[in-house]
């Protein structure tokens, strides 16, 4: 059985009735004003779970919610899938459930801007410059994902611009540059001038997915060492260094064994979507997941033991 590492909820919770737990443990619900989270193990089946549950006061739906592996071997060897496992999943999803591939994205690009939103908050609204986002978007399904978040992101509070060089002819991505370019959204041809220096407070990776094989060519290629020429740069605004976020897989990564091109790519914070890939493993920064549209049937299926997602969040931090 294939699950995912062993997780804890990270707050300051003071103890709940035993009665709440199981409240909640039996509806399989965590309610908004009072998140009720695991803070002792989240156990493998046949495992049983030695928990002690928690009530955290003043959360919302937009609080991060956190959770961390420990070091046992047995555990954190688990959670993850291989490219081949993948992409048969991701037939799976668009045959057996019958989601289409315009749903599937949309669920992504909502998880992709949630997690933005837990990394990088935006500006307050007393403030009147609004947190600016660079969303670098590849040709394929992975670029869409990115146009979908861009959206998200504007309804959000941010300030986001696309940057979509190779353009897809297929309607749903023709739509999707126009969904964005109707809510003010500006898609470029390539990168702006400022992207290295610090214009941006975070820029999203939805370049390359993982299906990607081989090493980055132009211009995705200059675009990612763009990108780590950001991390290293100062913000003009507020003295920090750009956080890049990669969607599903750091781009220029092979999906099983992370940089072989040895591009030395390695983002702040990795947004995978349904399942961590095989690849996540050699991954060092913070870490969510946004999977919960996967169907009971499948997930038993690959061996997915689903996380637990609290709340109304479609993501969860993992450490």
Same mark, same amino acid.
């Given at each position: ?17 035993? +009665? ?52 046992? +071997? ?52 007393? #403030? #009147? ?150 690849? +996540? ?39």
């Amino acid at each position: 059985m294939v699950s995912f590492p062993r997780l804890a909820f990270l707050t300051f919770c003071r103890p709940a009735a035993p +009665s709440a737990f199981n409240s909640v443990v039996s509806k399989s619900a965590i309610p908004l004003a009072g998140v009720l989270s695991i803070t002792a193990a989240w156990r493998a089946p046949g495992r049983g779970v030695q928990a002690t549950p928690t009530i955290c006061e003043g959360r919302t739906p937009s609080s991060p919610h956190r959770f961390m592996t420990t070091a046992n +071997s047995e555990m954190s060897s688990t959670g993850y899938l291989n490219a081949e496992d993948a992409a048969a999943l991701d037939v799976e999803l668009m045959s057996t459930p019958g989601f289409s591939l315009e749903q599937l994205m949309e669920l992504a690009g909502l998880s992709v801007a949630e997690a933005v939103y837990a990394v990088v908050p935006p500006s307050s609204q007393e #403030d #009147d410059k609004k947190t600016k986002i660079l969303l670098v978007c590849g040709p394929g399904n992975n670029g869409g994902d990115g146009l979908v978040a861009a959206r998200h992101l504007v309804m959000f509070g941010y300030e986001a611009v696309v940057v979509y060089p190779k353009r897809s002819s297929k309607e749903h991505f023709v739509n999707l540059v126009q969904q964005c370019e109707d809510v003010g959204v500006p898609v470029l041809d390539k990168m702006p001038s400022d992207a290295s220096d610090g214009g941006y407070e975070a820029i999203v990776d939805a370049i390359f997915g993982f299906s990607f094989k081989g090493e980055p060519r132009e211009p995705f290629a200059t675009a990612l060492k763009q990108m780590v020429d950001a991390q290293k740069a100062v913000s003009e605004t507020g003295g920090l260094a750009t956080k890049i976020i990669s969607v599903d897989v750091p781009s220029g990564w092979n999906v099983d064994d992370g940089d072989t091109a040895g591009t030395g790519f390695m983002p702040d914070v990795l947004v995978s979507l349904t399942t961590p890939k095989t690849s +996540s493993k050699k991954f060092t920064g913070r870490h969510f997941v946004g999977g919960r549209f996967l169907p009971p049937k499948l997930a038993e299926k690959y061996n997915v033991q689903m996380p637990p997602y609290p709340g109304v969040s479609q993501v969860m931090e993992i450490f």
